[in-house]
């Protein structure tokens, strides 16, 4: 990791006795008197007993960003403005590995990723990878709000990452410069997935090879022909402009992969019981709002990319369901079988 990335963002909580995570700012006490010269000074805002840096590399009309915006609003409203949360968008603060590396040094207080790249810090969070694990978005919810959902969420705590909510982020699907109706149609082509031991498995299993990109870097990628296609939900294609490039996009809905908003276990420890009672409470509302504006998002996003010129494939799960089996049984045994096996049990 970078730390240059990090540098002037260190601060990512203000309150006495901060120790490794947070320093002391000098206020106007600590300063040398100042003579009165008759010039009236306006009130200056008490500042924010702590102040709570998140980054993520969304764009700032995509709806999971709009939610971490509310979540940010309620903190700073429940807590009389003695707390504030600032977002940095686009990965002003460094990619989802990095930001997550940062949550872990104690550099950066909260960030949004994607389940996937938890996998190489989180392992359980590899459950969430295989394809065609829910049956449909029910089942997701009725998952993640149970017992198995919370329990993975608190799964990192030892290496410093405590999840704090699920975000919806859809079904992923194909998109790529022509049409893909089964999985042989994947059969020598690069699809870019996330750095993800699951999303690998997933696309080699269908015939193609999977490519890990940064989200960054994908459009250029997309354009210059390094990759042939990507897979994602129909927001962050239509966000992305990926659309402009990829004029085909299938609906196999291969996998649920929540967004998952985390906080650095060494900042939450620091945070008094009323501030950790607070912050919870607003990320909780802004996920019922992030929701409905997901739901709202979906729709719109999907028409727009289609009235770009991007054409809307419905193909036949069922090959692409066959194709993936291979993956299922790989983890026959094992403790991510065991979850899938409890996943497949919730009704």
């Given at each position: 990791m970078s730390s240059c990335r990090f540098a002037g963002w260190a601060l990512c909580l203000i309150s006495a006795g901060c120790g490794p995570v947070g320093w002391a700012v000098p206020t106007i006490s600590d300063a040398q008197p100042v003579k009165a010269v008759g010039i009236a000074h306006p009130a200056v805002p008490k500042r924010p007993d702590v102040i709570l840096k998140l980054g993520h590399g969304l764009d700032t009309m995509h709806p999971v960003h709009k939610a971490m915006v509310f979540m940010a609003e309620k903190v700073q409203e429940k807590s009389g403005g003695r707390m504030r949360v600032e977002i940095f968008p686009s990965e002003q603060l460094g990619n989802e590995k990095e930001c997550i590396e940062a949550l872990q040094l104690g550099y950066l207080a909260m960030t949004k990723t994607s389940s996937a790249p938890m996998e190489g810090f989180v392992p359980q969070m590899r459950v969430f990878g295989i394809p065609y694990l829910f049956r449909d978005a029910e089942h997701f919810w009725k998952v993640c709000n149970g017992p198995i959902g919370k329990k993975l969420l608190l799964s990192g705590e030892s290496k410093r990452l405590r999840g704090l909510c699920y975000y919806d982020a859809g079904a992923r699907s194909f998109y790529a410069a022509r049409a893909i109706n089964k999985p042989s149609d994947l059969t020598g082509m690069k699809i870019r997935v996330q750095s993800s031991i699951m999303s690998m498995k997933m696309v080699q299993a269908m015939g193609g090879a999977p490519t890990p990109i940064p989200w960054g870097e994908?459009?250029?990628?997309?354009?210059?022909?390094?990759?042939?296609?990507?897979?994602?939900?129909?927001?962050?294609?239509?966000?992305?402009?990926?659309?402009?490039?990829?004029?085909?996009?299938?609906?196999?809905?291969?996998?649920?992969?929540?967004?998952?908003?985390?906080?650095?276990?060494?900042?939450?420890s620091r945070l008094s019981p009323e501030q950790q009672r607070i912050l919870q409470e607003a990320v909780d509302e802004s996920v019922e709002y992030q929701r409905k504006i997901w739901a709202e998002a979906e729709e719109a996003d999907l028409k727009t990319v289609q009235e770009a010129g991007a054409q809307v494939v419905q193909p036949d799960k069922a090959p692409f369901r066959a194709s993936v089996q291979s993956v299922w049984k790989e983890f026959e045994g094992t403790e991510i079988g065991d979850l899938i096996r409890q996943i497949q049990e919730v009704q």
């Amino acid at each position: 990791m970078s730390s240059c990335r990090f540098a002037g963002w260190a601060l990512c909580l203000i309150s006495a006795g901060c120790g490794p995570v947070g320093w002391a700012v000098p206020t106007i006490s600590d300063a040398q008197p100042v003579k009165a010269v008759g010039i009236a000074h306006p009130a200056v805002p008490k500042r924010p007993d702590v102040i709570l840096k998140l980054g993520h590399g969304l764009d700032t009309m995509h709806p999971v960003h709009k939610a971490m915006v509310f979540m940010a609003e309620k903190v700073q409203e429940k807590s009389g403005g003695r707390m504030r949360v600032e977002i940095f968008p686009s990965e002003q603060l460094g990619n989802e590995k990095e930001c997550i590396e940062a949550l872990q040094l104690g550099y950066l207080a909260m960030t949004k990723t994607s389940s996937a790249p938890m996998e190489g810090f989180v392992p359980q969070m590899r459950v969430f990878g295989i394809p065609y694990l829910f049956r449909d978005a029910e089942h997701f919810w009725k998952v993640c709000n149970g017992p198995i959902g919370k329990k993975l969420l608190l799964s990192g705590e030892s290496k410093r990452l405590r999840g704090l909510c699920y975000y919806d982020a859809g079904a992923r699907s194909f998109y790529a410069a022509r049409a893909i109706n089964k999985p042989s149609d994947l059969t020598g082509m690069k699809i870019r997935v996330q750095s993800s031991i699951m999303s690998m498995k997933m696309v080699q299993a269908m015939g193609g090879a999977p490519t890990p990109i940064p989200w960054g870097e994908l459009y250029t990628a997309l354009d210059q022909g390094v990759v042939d296609g990507a897979e994602n939900n129909t927001p962050s294609l239509r966000t992305s402009r990926h659309y402009e490039v990829c004029k085909y996009y299938s609906l196999d809905e291969h996998t649920r992969l929540p967004d998952i908003l985390i906080i650095s276990t060494r900042v939450w420890s620091r945070l008094s019981p009323e501030q950790q009672r607070i912050l919870q409470e607003a990320v909780d509302e802004s996920v019922e709002y992030q929701r409905k504006i997901w739901a709202e998002a979906e729709e719109a996003d999907l028409k727009t990319v289609q009235e770009a010129g991007a054409q809307v494939v419905q193909p036949d799960k069922a090959p692409f369901r066959a194709s993936v089996q291979s993956v299922w049984k790989e983890f026959e045994g094992t403790e991510i079988g065991d979850l899938i096996r409890q996943i497949q049990e919730v009704q």
